[in-house]
């Protein structure tokens, strides 16, 4: 019989780190989506018109599975006529056929939100790289936390 011996040295500590690890990458990346969420938040409220107000108004940030396991948010625009204001109206007619225009879209949300969706993937992304994790894909695709082999 053979008297070998196989020894881990740093196991325990090994182990230690990896129950450790989704922890600190959910509160290093929960900050890092709540600050992207508000920044988008900010510049939308200053790129909305200020005639009445509303469409500012209407802003919220909604906190979403915040823990160990991941964080999210979520920012929309509760007010009535947000949906109209960024797609726009097609020309509308009176029953008599007079023309009342349209209303073109105003392109404010969904451009901002999507600039700084693509920040903040990347910056998660560089956050898991600093944890010793390999991202893969584009900020702008959906496989840029794989792992890649």
Do not use: C
Request: net charge positive.
């Amino acid at each position: 019989m053979a008297n070998n011996r196989l020894r881990w040295h740093g196991l325990d500590e090994l182990k230690a780190d990896l129950r450790r690890l989704p922890e600190e990458l959910a509160q290093e990346g929960s900050a890092i989506i709540f600050a992207h969420a508000d920044g988008a938040m900010a510049e939308i409220a200053a790129a909305y018109p200020t005639r009445t107000g509303n469409l500012r108004k209407g802003l919220r940030r909604t906190i979403n599975a915040v823990g160990r396991w991941g964080a999210g948010a979520l920012v929309k625009n509760v007010a009535k006529h947000a949906w109209i204001f960024e797609h726009g109206t097609q020309a509308r007619h009176t029953a008599i056929g007079a023309n009342r225009g349209a209303m073109p879209a105003g392109r404010v949300f969904i451009p901002i939100v999507m600039r700084w969706r693509r920040k903040m993937y990347a910056q998660l992304a560089a956050l898991l790289e600093r944890h010793g994790l390999r991202t893969s894909g584009s900020p702008d695709s959906t496989n840029v936390f794989r792992n890649a082999a």
